[in-house]
């Protein structure tokens, strides 16, 4: 295993097993809460307006779509990003942390099986090309960047949300 799918490996299953601590933390009624309405909201994007749970469901089910794709496409591969029948299928799963949990543990299976020869395949999603390793990174980001969107609905909403760095550092 290369150096880089396993730097991904640590720090992107670092963030995911930390995510499910900003659901955690969000009280029921505020699940589905979105702070901001209008065109201007940054929280809207183009399946709507995102709550707590719609943007956990969205990295979890993406995530959890694509880590078999990239594991085992040919060079040149289109990527399926979602599916949205499964995303419906886990927000209304009464063990929705514990199906999370187990959906990461299989996509972590998916990446280690990521050789480094894998790493230099290009796959297409929409448009764009991709590096394999660069997209991994884009998965990491894009989780990353709705962790962040959650940690600031739940302080909009007078919650404390988890202590990110300790929680991560510690692993």
């Known amino acids: 295993m290369g150096y880089e799918i396993e730097r991904f490996l640590e720090l992107y299953g670092a963030l995911a097993r930390v995510t499910h601590d900003w659901i955690t933390a969000a009280p029921d009624d505020v699940l589905e809460w979105v702070p901001v309405d209008g065109p201007e909201s940054l929280f809207i994007d183009g399946r ?25 496409c040919a060079d040149g591969a289109r990527l399926n990003a979602f599916d949205k029948d499964f995303a419906e299928h886990l927000r209304a799963s009464p063990d929705l942390i514990d199906d ?7 996509d972590m ?9 894998q790493m230099e395949k290009h796959v297409f999603r929409g ?18 960047f709705h962790v962040g969107n959650m940690d600031i609905y739940l ?5 404390s949300p988890p202590a990110f760095y300790p929680r991560i550092q510690a692993g």
């Open 48 to 72: 709507g307006r995102m709550s707590i749970l719609g943007q956990y469901s969205h990295i979890i089910v993406g995530d959890h779509v694509q880590a078999p794709q990239l594991a085992t």
């Open 100 to 106: 999370a949990r187990a959906m990461h543990e299989d």
């Open 109 to 117: 299976g998916h990446f280690r099986s990521i050789t480094e020869a």
């Open 127 to 144: 448009e764009h090309r991709w590096r394999l390793a660069d997209y991994l990174w884009s998965l990491y980001s894009h989780r990353a």
């Open 155 to 159: 302080r909009a909403a007078g919650v």
